[in-house]
């Protein structure tokens, strides 16, 4: 639900092509990137912890 809301207000407060970042729960990593494509968000990569876990994501507005 918050992933939604900051993707959201990300659309209006970042610049053209600013990034924006998240510490993702592994389990709602699909879920996360569909929802940033969703919004139009690009460049979307999911990154791993040292675990191999899917923790990290980022997107270009």
Known sequence: ?????I???????LKQD??????INEQYAAETVA???KLGY???VVQQDMQGKNRMLRARK
């Open 1 to 5: 639900m918050f992933y939604e809301t």
């Open 7 to 13: 993707a959201t207000q990300g659309l209006h407060y």
């Open 18 to 23: 600013g990034w924006l970042f998240f510490e």
């Open 35 to 37: 929802l940033l494509q």
């Open 42 to 44: 690009t460049d979307i």
